[in-house]
């Protein structure tokens, strides 16, 4: 593993599963750690379909240098395996001969990039919402509030077990409404703070949602985040509910009862502006309404164009429904 500079594969490293796909030395290597939700499941054989972690596929799509780092499931251990540490360090000067190193995570991911980001020599970072750790010592806000209590049970002495130490610089994503995450962004002193207020911890998601992730990671890769676009840009977090339903939550601590009543207003307007979904109908259910029409003919011409021209999105080329469309329409315009 790692032996030459043009390669691909997987396997591990400790405990941590890693795939790679190593194609110009000239070029920037990129780091990305999964987060929790997306754990690598090796319940499948090994072998050239082998799961690809959080981002991979992504950014060797993108013909970058990628390396991805992911727990497994039945093997979660936030990245904290003494292990791992230990085989970085020896992989430290294959990695210092690429042109720049940057990481790229989310949530625990988060943790991982930055935690590791002297040891791999990592320039810069691109971080959303990010756990700088789960150190008891440090990392209380966390504890105090039950978030994944489970995780501080891991081994959180000895080296890299804090994130905020790094020296990279970049960018933190973040929901400041949101106190446990607002915490660990503002312990990340190197970073410029990208602040995007109502969607909680799941910002990865939802910025890909409202079309904003994409072109963040391809800029941040190519060092030029434009700030003013990406806050311009998050303002289409109004076209989802996530957006209101997340202000609306216990987890926004800074929900007055009048903030309440705007946001409850605004959703109804989002809610009710929504686009009612097109009917579809079956065979039967259109020659139902064929039939429907051809008896309103005599009663109701009017209902039974309406029917008549609905049957026609369905049968755009029936003859028989175009000639009935024209002669209903004529007859009622005399």
Not at 2 to 24: T, W
Not at 177 to 183: E, F, G, I, R, T
Not at 280 to 297: G, P
Request: glycine fraction near 8%.
């Amino acid at each position: 593993m790692f032996n030459s500079y043009a390669e691909n594969g997987f396997g591990f490293i400790g405990s941590i599963y890693v795939k790679y796909n190593i194609i110009n030395k000239d070029s920037p290597v990129i780091f990305t750690f999964a987060n929790g939700g997306s754990l690598v499941d090796l319940n499948q054989e090994l072998g050239s379909d082998q799961p690809s972690p959080w981002g991979y596929e992504f950014l060797k799509g993108l013909g970058h240098n990628v390396v991805s780092f992911s727990c497994v499931k039945g093997c979660y251990n936030y990245y904290r395996d003494r292990d791992f540490y230990s085989q970085l360090l020896k992989l430290r000067e294959y990695f210092s001969c690429f042109p720049e190193r940057l990481g790229y995570g989310a949530s625990m991911g988060g943790y991982g990039v930055s935690a590791y980001a002297n040891v791999l020599g990592i320039d810069r970072v691109l971080l959303m919402n990010p756990i700088s750790t789960r150190s008891i010592d440090i990392n209380r806000w966390d504890y105090e509030a039950g978030r994944s209590l489970s995780t501080y049970e891991f081994d959180w002495d000895g080296p890299c077990n804090d994130g905020a130490v790094m020296s990279a610089r970049g960018y933190v994503v973040y929901d400041p409404l949101y106190a446990l995450d607002k915490q660990h962004a503002d312990r990340y002193n190197t970073l410029r703070k990208l602040k995007i207020t109502g969607l909680g911890h799941g910002i990865p998601q939802y910025l890909n949602e409202i079309g904003v992730l994409k072109k963040l990671v391809t800029d941040f890769l190519a060092d030029c985040v434009n700030e003013y676009w990406f806050y311009q840009s998050s303002r289409k977090r109004r076209n989802i509910l996530r957006y209101y339903d997340w202000l609306l939550s216990y987890e926004n601590k800074h929900l007055t009862y009048r903030r309440e009543l705007v946001v409850r207003h605004y959703r109804k307007i989002f809610i009710d502006n929504l686009p009612v979904p097109s009917p579809v109908l079956n065979k039967s259910q259109v020659n139902v309404m064929r039939d429907a029409a051809l008896l309103l003919e005599s009663i109701d011409k009017s209902m039974a164009l309406q029917l008549f021209r609905i049957v026609k999105l369905y049968r755009p080329k029936s003859r028989g429904v175009k000639n009935k469309i024209k002669l209903l329409a004529r007859s009622i315009d005399r």
